[in-house]
């Protein structure tokens, strides 16, 4: 499998400066040596709360989602959070108060988004909707659904006939984009199971069925985006389709980009917020259309950290491995996409380095954190790992019958829990023996 040319990847041993690092990420710093996320002292939240822990900084998740408010702020505009990247319900609730929509993927998300604001800033991605899924969506009067086959369009139409109900779509365009992203995130290129090839025809069948209603395009190339040239590419393509539907009659409402746009791991240099609306701007204010965002990792990712405590160390004459309390089970990207996340101590100390192998205890080969650190480490240090905000909790698996970790929210020095740790009773909770 190819690597993301996208993320930080190496065979060497990697340094990392945590000052260098902390200063590029928002409210993640060092205080007299010790780490801090939003105020508050990592080893009194280990302390407190113990490890692996799950700690997001509200005002970090604020911080980026106003800064697509303010980028995208002369057009119309709604940002659509994409739940699947991270979807504590404590997460959900203060965007939704700060305005944000919600980008879903199944009946889970959905109904978790609703437990915190009503259905009509959302919008339901996902290529394999079932009959129950989209009556239920129906019923939560979603503003609409991204659709991404032919045979969906059928379906929805056929529930809505049955509900008595005006479905609201959009058609997700595949429109052949290379996101220059890992092959696992990439979405916008024809070998791809997203979206639809042949747009034109099925705007065509879509108008052809009466319990359908045309609102929107939609379009989402991949993740971990980090220049901002694909995003061009789609969006001309996207405009050209568009003309092309009003010549054969079709209005639409609004224009959905997707998401995609990059973060900083270790040492990438993502395109900005900024720089993503200064270039897309012009097309857009032309368009005259709503436009929709739907960004996940851009906005959760830094915000979050994953804290863990080292157990065992394991030195070899081959290679010295350092055992912590998390695992792929925690933090599923580095097994998954071959992923280079930061690995940061949360004391600062002078000691001699040493080049080890973080591994949790899965009995899995695969199970490895980070390959070839040098850091300073001894039983019982706290480390932090960075960039855990998306796709960590939300990938979090009980493999090896592993209780997952509490999350907790950091506000200006303040921390609370929002999801507590689980039990051993709660995975067999709803078991019959």
């Known amino acids: 499998m190819d690597l993301n040319p996208n993320e930080t990847t190496m065979t060497d041993s990697l340094t990392i400066d945590p000052i260098t690092l902390t200063d590029a990420l928002p409210f993640i710093e060092y205080r007299n040596n010790h780490l801090h996320i939003d105020g508050v002292n990592a080893h009194d939240l280990a302390s407190t709360y113990q490890t692996p822990l799950y700690v997001y900084s509200k005002n970090a998740i604020l911080g980026q ?34 305005g944000a929509g919600f980008d879903i993927v199944s009946k889970g998300e959905l109904a978790r988004v609703l437990q915190v604001t009503d259905g009509k800033k959302v919008v339901y991605s996902g290529v394999g909707k079932t009959s129950d899924d989209i009556a239920f969506a129906l019923q939560a009067d979603i503003d609409c ?8 369009l059928d379906l929805i139409d056929s529930v809505a006939k049955q509900l008595n109900k005006k479905a609201r779509i959009s058609i997700r365009v595949n429109p052949d984009v290379d996101a220059k992203t890992h092959p696992y995130i990439s979405t916008g290129m024809r070998d791809n199971k997203f979206g639809i090839y042949n747009a034109i025809h099925a705007y065509q069948y879509a108008k052809s069925l009466t319990n359908l209603e045309i609102v929107g ?131 600062l100390t002078d000691a001699a380095t040493q080049t080890w192998t973080l591994v949790g205890s899965v009995c899995e080969s695969s199970d490895v954190l980070g390959d070839n650190r040098n850091l300073a480490l001894s039983v019982g240090d706290l480390l932090a790992i960075t960039g855990a905000g998306a796709y960590g909790f939300s990938m979090a698996s009980n493999y090896n019958s592993r209780p997952r970790p509490a999350e907790i929210l950091c506000d200006n020095g303040t921390h609370r829990t929002i999801r507590q740790r689980e039990t051993l009773e709660d995975l067999w909770r709803g078991e019959c023996a």
């Open 217 to 347: 395009i939609d379009c989402h190339i991949g993740s971990q985006i980090l220049e901002i040239s694909p995003f061009k590419d789609a969006l001309d393509k996207i405009i050209e389709l568009i003309d092309e539907l009003s010549k054969i009659g079709i209005k639409l409402h609004h224009i959905d980009l997707g998401g995609g746009l990059g973060v900083r791991y270790i040492d990438e240099n993502p395109a900005s917020i900024q720089d993503l609306a200064d270039e897309l701007m012009p097309k857009l204010k032309a368009l005259g259309l709503t436009v929709y965002l739907e960004p996940g990792r851009n906005i959760v990712a830094n915000a979050g950290v994953l804290l863990t405590k080292v157990d065992v160390l394991k030195p070899t004459e081959f290679k010295n491995f350092a055992v912590t309390d998390a695992s792929m089970c925690e933090l599923l990207r580095p097994a998954l996409y071959q992923s280079v996340m930061a690995i940061i101590p949360a004391t």
């Open 145 to 152: 659904f991204n659709v991404e086959a032919m045979s969906e």
């Open 65 to 98: 989602l106003n800064a697509y408010k303010s980028a995208f702020s002369a057009i119309n505009h709604q940002i659509c959070f994409a739940v699947k990247s991270c979807s504590n319900l404590a997460v959900l609730k203060l965007l939704a108060k700060h």
